[in-house]
């Protein structure tokens, strides 16, 4: 793994109008101080899905060596690829910040006879994405119109895997 004396040599990402530096076992170093231009030569990238270059020895601020990493050419998309490609459901929710479609509605079997409203793993597990992830929240009936919006702004950016709870008889009708 690249320590804080070695060459910065990898290839930059970017997400949130920052900037991070890729290394070839797919680690990322944050360059707090960017240089001209240096955003905009990134690759946009769910950045989360690549792991910190922090632990013993290492570094993962770059300070003022973020001149030397800015440097470096925008990721492909190979150089960042996690064995799949963010489509679809499988986004992470992350993509449509970046520019993703609107999700469409996931058509789901209609409710069956265990569905009490009570939380089980079936109901996780139905709602849940390809990488088994879920966004759960809560609401009671004078809450519903911030409810209603969040799940417009999901959808708008590339989720369908979530649930909301009703915490009150009027937020379940």
Request: with cysteine; glycine share 8%; aromatic share 8%.
């Amino acid at each position: 793994a690249p320590t804080a004396d070695s060459q910065l040599t990898g290839c930059l990402v970017t997400a949130w109008n920052n900037a991070w530096l890729v290394f070839e076992n797919r680690s990322r170093a944050f360059i707090s101080r960017p240089t001209p231009g240096c955003v905009a030569r990134a690759k946009v990238a769910d950045v989360l899905m690549l792991r910190k270059n922090e632990g013993p020895g290492l570094t993962y601020d770059l300070g003022d060596r973020s001149a030397e990493a800015c440097r470096n050419p925008g990721c492909s998309e190979d150089s960042i690829s996690l064995g799949g490609r963010m489509e679809g459901p499988e986004a992470f929710c992350v993509k449509g910040v970046l520019g993703a479609e609107v999700a469409p509605v996931t058509h789901l079997p209609p409710p069956q006879a265990e569905d009490d409203h009570v939380l089980r793993p079936s109901l996780l597990h139905r709602y849940a994405n390809a990488h088994r992830q879920i966004i759960v929240t809560f609401v009671n009936f004078h809450y519903m119109d911030f409810a209603i919006t969040w799940v417009t702004h999901l959808r708008a950016a590339g989720c369908n895997n979530f649930i909301i709870g009703a915490l009150d008889a009027e937020a379940l009708t």
